[in-house]
């Protein structure tokens, strides 16, 4: 069990290695994907059919989270997290590599870049989607878990408002492959920052339970897959992740044909209102109750998500 200063230096390095997870999950499909479909739609002119399969296909991965469970057992969620990164700093690259591939043969290239999305969704479901939990619950008290989620909430979104911001004033009508290499490589020194920080933190791993068993992985999955509690949760965060993920950016780019800077500040603009609303909302659930905000919080996107239909190109 830590003490009071080491859950307090652990919540400061938890917050410091993922000040840029959103521009990193972008990249190769999560959260909003944004990134991934500035790419698609300016560095390989794909069509809204294949963007549309291409960021839908890390929902078919998910259930490979439970990969995650294994990894942390048998190396640690410290070793996890640090091999987590260590993949992705490799896998990034690939991303410039599929344009050239793509331009000498589009379906080869479609392929080629469907492959690495899905590596990269993997190595991150089965370590960082995994591996965070356990630290972040010892480093916290039960009556500060919100807190420091609100912190960190404001953190990440605060580093994205500022990586769209710089976006939204540097690009031009399109997103060159020199512009992209710029964000990979920016994501790839994260990665190995984030890796250094991780390392930092002080973590027991006597408190998880250890992998002492010689059961293999495939005994693992099947007795995580027995329990209908899982299996339930899995259905409903592949559900989640797919009615998740409008093709924002690709109906910017290809149906009201705006220019990449131009899609960049309207990026800013909705996350400097994700922003305002992690305070607003988390005053109202104090006042008013989970629930009730949440109704309120749908009733207003079925209220305003009609709007886009009057938003024709």
């Known amino acids: 069990m830590l003490n ?45 059919s294949e963007i549309g399969f291409v960021i839908g296909l890390p929902s078919l991965v998910i259930p490979l989270q439970m990969a995650g469970i294994y990894f942390v ?16 700093f490799c896998l990034l690259p690939l991303m410039l590599i599929v344009p050239v591939v793509y331009a000498k043969n589009t379906t080869l290239g479609l392929a080629f870049f ?30 500060e878990r919100g807190w420091f989620f609100g912190k960190m909430r404001l953190t990440v979104h605060g580093f994205n408002l500022l990586f769209f911001a710089i976006l939204s004033v540097t690009l031009g009508k399109k997103v060159a492959l020199q512009d992209y290499a710029y964000i990979v490589v920016l994501l790839m020194m994260y990665c190995l920052f984030a890796g250094f920080i991780t390392y ?10 250890t992998y002492t068993t010689s059961h293999l992985l495939f005994d693992d999955i099947r007795e995580i897959f027995a329990n209908q509690k899982y299996r339930l949760l899995i259905t409903i965060l592949t559900l989640c992740f797919l009615s998740s993920l ?12 705006l220019n990449a800077n131009y899609i960049s500040q309207l990026i ?46």
């Open 268 to 313: 800013t603009l909705n996350i400097a209102g994700t922003l305002t609303g992690i305070a607003i909302w988390g005053r109202l659930i104090d006042r008013i109750g989970f629930m009730r905000t949440i109704y309120i919080i749908v009733l207003m996107l079925a209220t305003v998500g009609v709007l886009w239909l009057f938003v024709q190109p």
């Open 114 to 143: 469907c492959i690495t999305i899905l590596f990269m969704n993997i190595v991150h479901n089965a370590t960082k989607g995994v591996a965070f939990q356990p630290i972040i619950r010892e480093s916290t008290l039960p009556h």
């Open 246 to 257: 409008p093709l924002f950016v690709t109906y910017l780019a290809i149906g009201l044909q």
């Open 200 to 209: 930092q933190i002080k973590f027991s791993e006597t408190s998880q339970s």
């Open 4 to 48: 009071q200063k080491e859950r307090s230096d652990n919540q400061k390095l938890l917050i410091a290695s993922n000040i840029a997870i959103i521009p990193l999950l972008t990249s190769f499909g999560g959260v909003d994907a944004s990134l991934i479909q500035l790419y698609a739609t300016s560095l390989l002119g794909l069509q809204e």
């Open 73 to 88: 057992k048998r190396w640690g969620s410290k070793h996890t997290l640090i091999i987590g990164f260590a993949l992705l």
